[in-house]
């Protein structure tokens, strides 16, 4: 399979991942109070949405380098 076949799927997966999950969620943890030797955390979650257009963008140009990467073999 050519390079740019092996790309085309990726994108492909990765937009319809985009599209059937929507967002996904990370936590990162911060400090509240930091006093002398006492140290206290707290674990914040984080959302980032993925558009909608971002994955059928996604899709549309996987396909489009599957394609291509099969019509140059």
């Known amino acids: 399979m050519k390079p740019v076949a092996i790309i085309g799927v990726v994108l492909i ?3 319809v991942a985009g599209l059937v999950l929507g967002r996904f ?3 990162t943890e911060e400090k509240v109070l930091d006093v002398g030797p006492l140290e206290a955390t707290a674990e ?3 959302s980032v ?3 909608d ?3 059928i963008i996604a899709v549309l140009a996987g396909g489009f380098l599957v394609f291509m990467g099969r ?3």
């Open 13 to 15: 997966v990765l937009g």
């Open 25 to 27: 969620t990370y936590t």
């Open 44 to 46: 914040k979650e984080h």
């Open 49 to 51: 949405a993925i558009p």
């Open 53 to 55: 257009i971002a994955g």
């Open 71 to 73: 019509r140059r073999a």
